[in-house]
Structures are given as structure tokens and as C-alpha cells.
């Protein structure tokens, strides 16, 4: 008896923190797994552990160059993207490359592979929101020219040429908009608000906080983001799916927060400029990924602050 062969999917920016995840996901649910990252940013150790399976390969590869996959691909997940404001700041060009240039040759790839495709979005694609909480049918409020504005674009570009793809050639395509997210394998330095208070409350340095530190956000824990991306990915449903958590905080909130799981810390809350196009809010309507995907966030944002903190503080201490 002939074992039926694995379904065979790509994950691009493997070693990063989503990508590594979702690599561990699919390797648990029985696919094979091709890790794909130029490392500008991703971190091997992410995804070390992988290597011992013969289920997983990883090529090093940058997806803004022609992208050459030999054999047969059913799915492609095309995570690769500077994705910190800092990260973006500091490499403009690689971030629109890797979500235009990059997606379209992802695309072609699926095209000849008639592969589905994957493609993260971002709640950026909502910019500096007028309307809260956001759901898919709001445009956005996006400054095209700002600091944010080479993800901003370049997500958007991708969702554009996503579904070009999806209605002039019949890809079968996904799009999901992914909200802050957090958890292990966040770069400690990639200058996000967690990392960033996290890593100050353990070496009891200032916390950063940008602003008044009125501005808000609604933080995902990472496993309920993985589990609401597999659930996308085999639905049926081509139009962009919000996948985050609504629980909405203030950003000095969620210093305060830190400090009171960092329970031994002598960090004090400092206050500076705030960014230029900084999001004042930002929550997502949810209702669609419950209705069409059946998904809802479960993790409770103390217990998720505790594991990222366990996992920061052994980083740390490495
Ligand atoms: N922020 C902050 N201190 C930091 C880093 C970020 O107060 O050290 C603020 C930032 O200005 C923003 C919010 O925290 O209002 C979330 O920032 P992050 O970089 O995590 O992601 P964003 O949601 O802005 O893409």
C-alpha cells in the first residue's frame, strides 16, 4: 500500500516570527514544509529545531529575484517582509520590493504550480484609520509618502495584484490582514512597542513609552493568529479576512501592563516624541473571521504577556 504523498507548501520569511511559526504549524499537521528567507531580518534559530525533520527544507533565498521551486507546491505562504516600523524605515527598498516585486514572482510561481496562494497583509493597509474598529470594506487613511508609507503601498500593491491574479488567471488566492501580534521569536530589537518594554523591563531601563501614550492597539497572542491563518487558507473565501485580537489598550496601558508582569523590574515609564503618521487607534472588526472562518482569539493577553515574557527573559540571558 502506496502512503498518500504530502501536500507540499512554500513559507516565505521562514526564519521570522510569524514565518517560523506557521513552518512548525505546517510541519505538525503532517505537509511538507519549504522554508524560504533572505535572513535580512529573519533569525535561523527560529526555525533550528526543523531541521532534524525530513519534512522540511530551507532555501536561502531572497523572493524579489526570480524564485525557482523544483516539484510539485500546493500552497504558498508568502510571509517575507521587513515588518517593524524601524525595519522599514532602515530598508525602504527591500520592504517594496519583497511585497511587490516579490509577490508577483510568488504569483507566477503559483500560477505554473497552480498552487493557492497566501498573501499577509497588514492592518496598515488601513493606515492612520478614520473609523474604529476597521473592517475589510474601509479604504484607509494612508499616506503614500510618509515613513510607513513603503509597507503601507507595498501591501496594498499586493493586495492588488492578489486579486488580479485571483480574477484574470482563477488563482485560487487568500488574503489575510494580519493586526499586532506577539509572542516568542519577536526580534527583541526589531523597535516594536512589546519587545521594546519587555526587553527594558527585565534590564531595568527606561520604558519607552511614544506620545502620551494615548494611542491604541489590540494585541494578538501568536497561536491564535497561526490557527485563524490555517483556517483561511482552506476556506473558501478570496476577499481579505481581518485576523487579530479586539481586545483594544492604550499603548502606556500596555507599559503598565509589562511592568506588572515583570513584577521585580525598577523600569520607570519615560515619555518622547511620537512617530511621524504614528496610527492613533487601531482594533479589528472580527465579525467576518468569525462568521466565514469560524475563528476567534482565545488567548487572554495576561497569560500571552506571561510566555512572551518567559521567552524574552531567556533570550536575554543567553
Ligand atoms: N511605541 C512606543 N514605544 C516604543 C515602540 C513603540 O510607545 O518603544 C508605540 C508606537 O509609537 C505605536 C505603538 O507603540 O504607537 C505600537 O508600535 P509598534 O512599533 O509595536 O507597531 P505599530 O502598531 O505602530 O506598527
Same mark, same amino acid.
Given at each position: 500500500?502506496?502512503?498518500?504523498?504530502?501536500?507540499? &507548501?512554500?513559507?516565505?520569511?521562514?526564519?521570522?516570527?510569524?514565518?517560523?511559526?506557521?513552518?512548525?504549524?505546517?510541519?505538525?499537521?503532517?505537509?511538507?514544509?519549504?522554508?524560504?528567507?533572505?535572513?535580512?531580518?529573519?533569525?535561523?534559530?527560529?526555525?533550528?529545531?526543523?531541521?532534524?525533520?525530513?519534512?522540511?527544507?530551507?532555501?536561502?533565498?531572497? &523572493?524579489?529575484?526570480?524564485?525557482?521551486?523544483?516539484?510539485?507546491l500546493d500552497y504558498i505562504l508568502h510571509f517575507a517582509s521587513p515588518a517593524s516600523p524601524i525595519d522599514y524605515l532602515q530598508m525602504p527598498i527591500q520592504t517594496l520590493k519583497v511585497g511587490s516585486l516579490g509577490t508577483h514572482n510568488l504569483l507566477g510561481l503559483a500560477k505554473a504550480k497552480k498552487a493557492r496562494m497566501l498573501i499577509a497583509s497588514t492592518s496598515e493597509v488601513y493606515g492612520d484609520p478614520l473609523v474604529n474598529p476597521q473592517p475589510e470594506e474601509y479604504w484607509g487613511n494612508v499616506n503614500p509618502i510618509g515613513p510607513r508609507g513603503v509597507y503601507d503601498e507595498a501591501k496594498r500593491f499586493q493586495e492588488a495584484i492578489t486579486m488580479a491574479y485571483h480574477t484574470y488567471h482563477g488563482l485560487e488566492t487568500r488574503i489575510v490582514r494580519i493586526f499586532n501580534t506577539y509572542g516568542p521569536r519577536m526580534r527583541i530589537n526589531d523597535g516594536r512597542a512589546l519587545p521594546a518594554f519587555f526587553s527594558q523591563?527585565?534590564?531595568?531601563?527606561?520604558?519607552?513609552?511614544?506620545?502620551?501614550?494615548s494611542q491604541t492597539r489590540s494585541f494578538c497572542y501568536v497561536s491564535d493568529l497561526i490557527e485563524g491563518i490555517f483556517k483561511l487558507l482552506f476556506s473558501d473565501y478570496s476577499q481579505p479576512v481581518n485576523i487579530g485580537n479586539p481586545d483594544e489598550i492604550s499603548i502606556l496601558q500596555a507599559a503598565k501592563e509589562?511592568?506588572?508582569?515583570?513584577?521585580?523590574?525598577?523600569?520607570?515609564?519615560?515619555?518622547?516624541?511620537?512617530?511621524?503618521?504614528?496610527?492613533?487607534?487601531?482594533?479589528?472588526?472580527?465579525?467576518?473571521?468569525?462568521?466565514?472562518?469560524?475563528?476567534?482569539?482565545? &488567548?487572554?493577553?495576561?497569560?500571552?504577556?506571561?510566555?512572551?515574557?518567559?521567552?524574552?527573559?531567556?533570550?536575554?540571558?543567553?
Open positions: 500500500m502506496s502512503e498518500k504523498k504530502k501536500e507540499r &507548501v512554500l513559507i516565505t520569511g521562514a526564519a521570522g516570527f510569524l514565518g517560523s511559526h506557521l513552518c512548525d504549524k505546517f510541519i505538525g499537521e503532517g505537509f511538507e514544509v519549504i522554508g524560504m528567507d533572505n535572513l535580512i531580518t529573519g533569525d535561523m534559530e527560529n526555525i533550528q529545531h526543523l531541521f532534524k525533520n525530513e519534512d522540511f527544507e530551507f532555501y536561502h533565498h531572497d &523572493v524579489s529575484k526570480f524564485v525557482h521551486v523544483p516539484g510539485k523591563a527585565i534590564l531595568n531601563k527606561d520604558i519607552t513609552v511614544f506620545g502620551d501614550g509589562v511592568l506588572e508582569i515583570v513584577h521585580n523590574s525598577t523600569s520607570q515609564i519615560s515619555f518622547h516624541g511620537l512617530p511621524k503618521d504614528d496610527p492613533k487607534v487601531r482594533r479589528p472588526d472580527i465579525t467576518k473571521a468569525k462568521n466565514v472562518l469560524d475563528w476567534t482569539p482565545l &488567548v487572554d493577553r495576561k497569560i500571552g504577556f506571561s510566555k512572551t515574557y518567559t521567552y524574552f527573559k531567556e533570550k536575554l540571558e543567553k
